[in-house]
Structure formats: C-alpha cells, structure tokens
C-alpha cells in the first residue's frame, strides 16, 4: 500500500509519529504541495490530504474511486463535493487534523458514503490505528467543543472572572482535561481556533460560537495566551 501524504511540516511530523510503528508493506511519500501530485499519485494510492480544505477544487483532480482522506474540521464533505460538482466518484473521508489531535489513539473520521466503509476499515487495520466515524458536520465532534471551551474561557478572562492560570487549573481539576482551555489554544493554534469557530458559527449561527473578541485580537497580534 502506497500512502500520499499532502501536509505542512507540522502535521507531517505529527502524522509520522502517530504511524512510526506501522508495519511492513506500507510505503509513504510526504509532498508539501499539491504541485507534485501528477509525478507521485496512481488511483490505487490512499491520500491523506492536509491542505484540501485550502483549495478544494484540487479534489477533482484525484481519481475515481482513489481514497481520499481530507482534513474536514472547518468543512463538510457533503458541501465540499456539492460545491465543486463532483463527477468522479471519489471515495472522500474526513478526518480531525488539527495540530495534537491527529496524533491520538483513535482517528476522528467522517464519511461522504457510508459505501466506504469497508475500504476506511481496511487502511485503519492496515495502519494499525483504530477510528470513530462521526456525522459529516462542520467541526465534527472534538474541534466543535474543545474551540468552544477555549471561546467560553476566553468570555470569562475578557470579563476579568478569573484569571488564564486559574482557568487552566479550574478545567483541569474539575474536568480531568488533559489540559487547560488557555494551553490548548495555545498548543493546537490561536489561528485554527478561530477558523474552527468561524466555520462553525458561519454552519450554526449558534451564539456560543461567536468568537470572543479577546480570542480574536490575541489571534490578530500573533500573541498567545
């Protein structure tokens, strides 16, 4: 099996050590652009596409029937193959791939065709990796309540409730968060954050997704919390 890989440096890493123990009999090939697909793809190849939702007119360009994994955070699949009138029958599958939530025990997936479920279950096997499907929605299930955790706890630090160590260590106890609201914005991205809760709030028109003002000057300035 031949595995395309189409990712920034971040994600490759993340990627390679979430499958560093694969085994034998699976070949990868990372690109950093989809410039180099023509050289580097068959139609037999799987594809685990990182930057589609960047261009998603480059989905056409993928075989019929080709295996097409495609980060799907800030997208819904059905809406991406409407929107470009998708005619060659990709078998498209969505995954969380945001930075730190990738590289976990269980891949977070969706399904354009629930048809193509057999052939997701045998590349999982093959990678040795287990997965949940979960419905084709914009921000899918983790992205969707961790960004609105972090969006909340920012509410309250711009409302000068408590402070960024307080909150973190609050959510942590009171949770059993692995971590707090303020250092998971910072370790998964100020700017995914805020395209996750942009896309989600643009899907659902939802308050608790409109972004707080605080989170979005941080994000603007390049800062962190």
């Not at 989905?59 to 955070?73: D, H, K, M, R, W």
Request: aromatic residues 8%; charged residues 25%; hydrophobic residues 45%.
């Amino acid at each position: 099996m031949h595995i395309v890989v189409l990712s920034g440096p971040e994600m490759a890493a993340e990627f390679k050590q979430k499958f560093q123990d694969v085994r034998e009999g699976i070949r990868f090939t990372f690109l950093h652009s989809h410039h180099l697909l023509d050289e580097q793809l068959t139609p037999t190849d799987v594809v685990f596409d990182f930057l589609l939702h960047q261009q998603p007119d480059r989905l056409s360009l993928y075989a019929p029937g080709q295996l097409v994994f495609c980060n799907a955070v800030t997208l819904q699949l059905a809406a991406l193959a409407k929107s470009i009138e998708l005619q060659n029958r990709v078998a498209l599958v969505g995954f969380n791939g945001l930075p730190t939530m990738f590289n976990r025990q269980v891949l977070e997936l969706s399904l354009l065709d629930t048809s193509d479920e057999l052939r997701l279950k045998e590349v999982c096997a093959a990678l040795g990796t287990d997965y949940v499907l979960v419905e084709d929605r914009v921000g899918m299930v983790t992205p969707r309540i961790i960004c609105m955790i972090i969006n909340e706890a920012c509410y309250t630090l711009q409302e000068k409730t408590a402070g960024i160590e307080d909150i973190d260590l609050g959510m942590k106890l009171g949770t059993n968060y692995p971590e707090g609201p303020f250092a998971w914005a910072n370790k998964i991205g100020l700017e995914h954050v805020c395209q996750v809760l942009e896309a989600v709030y643009a899907d659902t028109k939802e308050e608790r997704y409109k972004m707080c003002p605080l989170l979005k000057t941080k994000y603007l300035k390049g800062e962190v919390f």
